[in-house]
């Protein structure tokens, strides 16, 4: 069973950074896309960045030039560099894969917990 789990939210001050990672746990055989999501209080979920198998990178409007998708292979984690925040990137961010478990199944879509990013004076 495969488990993603997310880390490195919290409070910051206006222009500060954070860096979010979300780790898997289980067996993985291939990983086609993995992507960050963020939802606002009384707002629609957000697709924020995306990072797809062949490196392919893209990002919501109302983050480009400040948010940055990575990912480390040896350690199955994708992050979410965030730079310049601003009051309206509060929200609970979550990590989204589409992967394979082994060559026999079909892909399927996993997600993590949350976590809640806050930032504030």
């Known amino acids: 069973q495969v488990q993603l789990a997310e880390s490195g939210g919290g409070l910051v001050q206006p222009g500060g950074s954070l860096r979010l990672s979300c780790a898997a746990s289980g067996t993985i055989f291939s990983i086609a896309t993995m992507e960050w999501y963020r939802q606002a209080p009384g707002k629609q979920r957000e697709l924020v960045a995306t990072l797809t198998s062949s490196g392919s990178t893209n990002y919501a409007d109302s983050v480009k030039g400040r948010f940055t998708i990575s990912r480390d292979n040896a350690k199955n984690t994708v992050f979410l560099q965030m730079n310049s925040l601003q009051p309206e990137d509060t929200a609970v961010y979550s990590c989204?894969?589409?992967?394979?478990?082994?060559?026999?199944?079909?892909?399927?879509?996993?997600w993590g917990q949350g976590t809640q990013v806050t930032v504030s004076s």
């Open positions: 989204r894969w589409d992967l394979r478990v082994s060559i026999t199944k079909r892909v399927q879509d996993y």
